[in-house]
């Protein structure tokens, strides 16, 4: 098959699947949900994925009838399903099903995959990306299907011919729509602390941990706008950017000074997804 859809043990084509009206999803947007890519059958960073998934679950007391290594076979025995050789692979768990109603009681959580044709980005592009006020609530570090906020946000910045649209809190710069943002300045790596504001990128490790790797120092901490406009480097990494340099923000040029790290970091990155997902005869 193209693409796969799975809920609840059933299986098919993904324009084929139903689900139950009750679930809670489609009134609460009550689960949480995580996504990372495949290649030559083999899931990209699975069992970071997973952890940061069963530790969702835990934050929002859903709890899923299975453990994690029974998810992460049933995710590779799906992926083996498709046709295709590089697919997007997005799984999400919900309360369960029942009439609507805040409060829940001895539910059963529900189980959804979503398999599709999807590669990681290429990162030789420089993308634009534009600004906005982060309006959303205080739990961005749980990875929760309720996503509004985030939809307006991605539609604004495609109206403004942009990639991705970064948030702040004031002058604090807190992440992307559904990215994580970075900057570098002297050679340093300046990333924003992991608090409620800020989802735990996997992705995000791993540039932390390719700096380590090429002597590149990393600084925790929270930066401004204005720290932002005028740093070396602008980066966005998530699951399926691994590492893109920004070119412009809000129209205005950023960046540009330090394009051999880039480089650098870009081609260790890309080294570590493919030596991971290596075809296996």
């Given amino acids: 098959m193209k693409t796969l859809g799975y809920y609840d043990g059933q299986i098919g084509e993904l324009e084929d699947m139903k689900v139950p009206m009750l679930d809670r999803a489609c009134y609460f947007g009550d689960g949480i949900y995580d996504a990372t890519y495949s290649r030559n059958k083999k899931i990209f960073a699975l069992d970071e994925h997973i952890d940061r998934f069963y530790r969702g679950l835990e934050k929002v007391d859903i709890k899923l009838d299975m453990t ?6 049933l995710l590779l025995s799906l ?3 498709v046709d295709e050789d590089e697919l997007f692979v997005y799984w ?3 309360r369960g099903e029942g009439l609507r109603e805040h409060c829940y009681e001895n539910m059963t959580a529900k189980l959804w995959v979503m398999l599709k044709p ?30 509004l906020p985030n939809v307006l946000f ?32 002297d050679n340093v790596l300046i990333t924003p602390p992991t608090d409620c504001f800020i989802l735990k990128g ?3 490790e791993h540039l932390i941990n390719a700096c380590k790797a090429l002597g590149i120092c990393v600084d925790i901490r929270p930066f401004s706008l204005d720290e932002m406009m005028n740093s070396d480097e602008v980066i966005l990494t998530s699951s399926g950017s691994l590492c893109l340099q920004v070119e412009s923000i809000d129209g205005k040029e950023v960046g540009g000074k330090s394009n051999n790290t880039i480089k650098l970091l870009q081609e260790y990155l890309l080294g570590e997804f493919r030596s991971n997902t290596e075809y296996e005869g």
């Fill in 154 to 185: 991605s539609q604004y910045a495609k109206s403004k011919n942009a990639h991705e649209c970064i948030l702040h809190r004031g002058d604090r710069v807190t992440e992307c729509a559904h990215s994580n943002i970075h900057i570098l300045k």
């Fill in 118 to 147: 999807q590669s990681i980005v290429d990162m030789s592009q420089k993308i634009r990306l534009v600004t906005h006020e982060d309006i959303r609530y205080t739990l961005c570090d749980i990875k929760t299907l309720n996503l």
């Fill in 92 to 94: 999400q768990a919900t």
């Fill in 79 to 81: 992926v083996k399903k």
């Fill in 202 to 204: 996997v992705a995000r």
């Fill in 68 to 73: 994690k290594e029974q998810l992460k076979g």
